[in-house]
């Protein structure tokens, strides 16, 4: 980076210009401002000598400098570096009132939050570089137009002790930072049964606890859909049965992401599904008095299955962000 190509110089106490503080300033800033031209550095370093005047080493745009009152009072001054003497040129000062319990962090975001909110009070022109930036910052913390493309695998329980797997795409379209729209479509199976199980669905979800841009998060949702269900039972070569069914899906929904790098993540959902309707099946081999038995002394056989209702059902898996 040279240093005559500055957007901003930021001027921080020794304690503060490296750590937390310096790192939750820098991402507070880059959220705000983009991917603009920026050095933090302690103010005990750098003097007025090297950003002012014609033969300063450091030509920025705009400063900014903190200064600590006291442990939890600060004052910020922003400024061109024009008109550091002219008392009509751009500069803003803003004093900072923390609570004893803010973490380094925390002050660095609302430091890097202040600075913004005073840089936009300077002429259009000044801004010019930033403020493309800054809109890209916006779409992209969780704009409607934000969508997401997914891939799990799914595990449902069809019937007690009977567990049907498969895989599961969705596509996420979102609608805020913490409300989105998914459609999803899965397909599972399960061989003890020859069971097969293809639906579509589509829900509505609210992230009731999300770090910043949504990166993270933890919410539940709402999901309705059709089923198409078949199975079969078998006791002995001739006395198979099998049926197949079309259901109406509902179920609520618990879930989580964890951003893993840029758009991708990880992904995991707990549901509880109710079919709108079931069935059973019976089967039995041939006894000795040739009618279907039922496990008595005629030395038949009598095989039962019947799906459940209720579904408890688990998928996890990855999904980018687009």
Known sequence: MELASLFLLVLLPPADATGDTA???????RRELGEVAMVIAPD???TPAMWQGEKAQMHARFVVHLVWKDA??????????ASAKDAEGFRRSRALAFSPQDSKAERGRTIGLVVAELLRESPASSLAVAVPAVDRAEAGSGSPSRVALGGMFAVERVRAGNWAMGPELTYDFGLSNAVRLQASGEALFESADQ???VGAEVGVFWDFLHSERGRHALGIGLEVGVLRESATVASGKNNARSASQWNLVLGPSLYGRLTVWRGLRIVGEVDLRATSGTFSLTSGNIGDSGDIGDGGDTGGTKTQLTLSRWRPAFAVGLEIAL
């Open 23 to 29: 790192a939750a300033v820098t991402a507070s800033l």
């Open 44 to 46: 005990t370093l750098v």
């Open 72 to 81: 939890d009072k600060a004052s910020i001054d922003v400024f061109s570096p």
């Open 195 to 197: 069971y097969t199980g």
